[in-house]
């Protein structure tokens, strides 16, 4: 039984929250409004569903999402969690890169960049409604996650104007990672 409780509370210990600040190559300010030239970069939890084909600007219920320049993740160690990246570019995006960096805790402490993956977000196009769900959802719905570097081979790292394309970067706590706050800053340029 003591067993039990301290594995219990080691677990409890190791709640990490990471605040990413995302940065345009294409210049600007770090205020956390990130309108760069012709791209809007913004974020959402991992568990929220960005439809591509949605303006979601002037919806109350995302403007959080729509106007935060970071992504905030919690974990517990031994846990893999997630948030998205949303890139929605007022022209089109011929090639778009994310360059990742370690996290640091304020007393020293690091989340290196291995312990990170990054995934394209595939779409579907839903245009017929379920027969059992009369309140679906219809237009480019997100579907599968495309490892990123897989996406950068066959040329699929793009983004179409006035078209929202996400990023998933998903994050490992080890058993070894220690409780804290992890803050760091990601690049993203485009063409």
Known sequence: MKTQKRSMAKKTLGIILTGITLLSAF?????????????KIWSAPSFVKIFQD????????????????????SMYKNE???????????ADVEEYSL??????SA?????????????????VDVSIPSKSQTNSTLGMTPDALLPYDTAVAYGENTGKANQNQGL???????????????TGTFKLKAD
């Not at 210049?27 to 791209?39: A, E, L, R």
């Not at 998933?168 to 706050?181: D, N, R, Y």
């Open 27 to 39: 210049g600007g300010d770090n205020s956390g409004q990130k309108v760069t030239g012709d791209i």
């Open 107 to 123: 007393d020293g402490k690091e989340l290196s960049k291995e312990t990170m993956t990054v995934y394209n977000q595939k779409y």
């Open 54 to 73: 949605k303006d979601y600007s002037t919806m109350e219920e995302y403007s959080s999402y729509y106007t935060n320049g970071t992504f905030n993740v």
């Open 168 to 182: 998933v970067v998903e994050i490992k706590a080890s058993e070894e990672t220690e409780a804290g706050v992890y």
């Open 99 to 104: 360059s990742l960096s370690k996290l640091l």
């Open 80 to 90: 893999r969690e997630a948030g998205q990246i949303i890139l929605t570019p007022t």
